[in-house]
T-cell receptor, first 116, second 114 residues
Framework: GAVVSQHPSWVICKSGTSVKIECRSLDFQATTMFWYRQFPKQSLMLMATSNEGSKATYEQGVEKDKFLINHASLTLSTLTVTSAHPEDSSFYIC????????????FGPGTRLTVT | QQQVKQSPQSLIVQKGGIPIINCAYENTAFDYFPWYQQFPGKGPALLIAIRPDVSEKKEGRFTISFNKSAKQFSLHIMDSQPGDSATYFCAARGRGTSYGKLTFGQGTILTVHP
C-alpha cells in the first residue's frame, strides 16, 4: 500500500524556537498533502491543504505566519511551527492524496511536538 | 460548517462480538466516506471506504452500511479480536471547492476483551 513518512517522530523544543516537520510520500507522487493537528483523545483537525508548487490553503482560525507550509516537490511537504509556545504542543499528522488510487488519502505516522 | 457526528464515544465488547459504530452527516457536499483505525501514538490507517451510490461494502471482517436518504453510515466489525482495540474514525470527503478535504467524526474508542 501507499506509504507516507514523517520526520521527526517526536521533537522537544524550547519556547520561542522554530521546528520543522517533514512529510514524504514514499511510493507515489502527491500533488496534494494535508496537515492535521490532534490533541489527546480528540479527533483530527485539518490545519491546511498543501499543493505542490503553490501556496497552502489554511483553514479558518489557523495562523498562516505561525504554521508555515511548503510543498516543494511531489513527494515532500514541510510544516514549520515558528516561535513555538507550549500551547502548540500537539500531535501533528500529515496525509497525502494518491491520484492513482481513487484519490485516497494516506496518513503519516505523526509527529509529537512538545514545547517547553 | 460541515459536520460528521459519530457515536458511541466508546464501546466495549467481548472477543467474537460485533461492534457497530455509527456516523451521520448533515449535508450532501460529501462524495466519499472512509473509515480509519488509529492506535495510540500512530497515524490513522485507512480501513475501508464507500461511495454514496453503494449501500454496503465488505472487506474481510469489516463492513460499511450506507443509508443515503438518512445521511447515515456505519461500520460493523465481525468476529472482533483484542487486536481490533483502537480508536475508529469515520470521515467524509468534500467535493467541489472542498474537494479532497476530509471531515472527521469525533472518534470511537473500541475495547475488545479476550
Amino acid at each position: 500500500g501507499a506509504v507516507v513518512s514523517q520526520h521527526p517522530s517526536w521533537v522537544i523544543c524550547k519556547s520561542g524556537t522554530s521546528v520543522k516537520i517533514e512529510c514524504r510520500s514514499l511510493d507515489f507522487q502527491a500533488t496534494t498533502m494535508f496537515w492535521y493537528r490532534q490533541f489527546p483523545k480528540q479527533s483530527l483537525m485539518l490545519m491546511a491543504t498543501s499543493n505542490e508548487g503553490s501556496k497552502a490553503t489554511y483553514e479558518q482560525g489557523v495562523e498562516k505566519d505561525k504554521f508555515l507550509i511548503n510543498h516543494a516537490s511531489l513527494t515532500l511537504s514541510t510544516l514549520t511551527v515558528t516561535s513555538a509556545h507550549p500551547e502548540d504542543s500537539s500531535f501533528y499528522i500529515c496525509s497525502a492524496r494518491d491520484p492513482g488510487r481513487v484519490h485516497e488519502q494516506y496518513f503519516g505516522p505523526g509527529t509529537r511536538l512538545t514545547v517547553t | 460548517q460541515q459536520q460528521v457526528k459519530q457515536s458511541p464515544q466508546s464501546l466495549i465488547v467481548q472477543k467474537g462480538g460485533i461492534p457497530i459504530i455509527n456516523c451521520a452527516y448533515e449535508n450532501t457536499a460529501f462524495d466519499y466516506f472512509p473509515w480509519y483505525q488509529q492506535f495510540p501514538g500512530k497515524g490513522p490507517a485507512l480501513l475501508i471506504a464507500i461511495r454514496p451510490d453503494v449501500s454496503e461494502k465488505k472487506e474481510g471482517r469489516f463492513t460499511i452500511s450506507f443509508n443515503k436518504s438518512a445521511k447515515q453510515f456505519s461500520l460493523h466489525i465481525m468476529d472482533s479480536q483484542p487486536g481490533d482495540s483502537a480508536t475508529y474514525f469515520c470521515a467524509a470527503r468534500g467535493r467541489g471547492t472542498s474537494y479532497g478535504k476530509l471531515t472527521f467524526g469525533q472518534g470511537t474508542i473500541l475495547t475488545v476483551h479476550p
